[in-house]
């Protein structure tokens, strides 16, 4: 069993920067790929980055690419997701996500999920 907790969030101005950090509990950690999703209001939840167990893959959709970074600490169960550039289209519940697999993908399939963490941006 793996539970993950997140934090982080907050309110920022448009071009501002927030680090989201999620603390994950369970010895699989190291192994595991993790990933970071959000969902805003009507909308689905949607793929935002995710990094391989060792750290040397990680992805990201179009829409944060060159403006958030993903990064993980194995040693101490730790997962970070670095925003800056802030847009009010990033405002949305932020959700980190890890699956038995050293392999990240895309999609949501992940097998555990935090409770999220609210990111809002004004303009």
């Known amino acids: 069993q793996v539970q993950l907790v997140e934090s982080g969030g907050g309110l920022v101005q448009a071009g501002g920067s927030l680090r989201l950090s999620c603390a994950a509990s369970?010895?699989?950690?190291?192994?595991?790929?993790m990933g970071w999703f959000r969902q805003a209001p009507g909308k689905e939840r949607e793929f935002v980055a995710a990094?391989?167990?060792?750290?040397?893959?990680?992805l990201y959709a179009d829409s944060v690419k060159g403006r958030f970074s993903i990064s993980r600490d194995n040693a101490k169960n730790m997962v970070y997701l670095q925003m800056n550039s802030l847009k009010p289209e990033d405002t949305a519940v932020y959700y980190c996500?890890?699956?038995?697999?050293?392999?990240?993908?895309?999609?949501?399939?992940?097998?555990?999920w935090g409770q999220g963490t609210q990111v809002t941006v004004s303009s």
């Open positions: 990094i391989s167990w060792s750290g040397g893959t990680t």
């Open positions: 996500a890890t699956r038995r697999s050293q392999v990240p993908v895309t999609t949501t399939r992940y097998d555990y």
């Open positions: 369970g010895r699989a950690f190291s192994n595991y790929a």
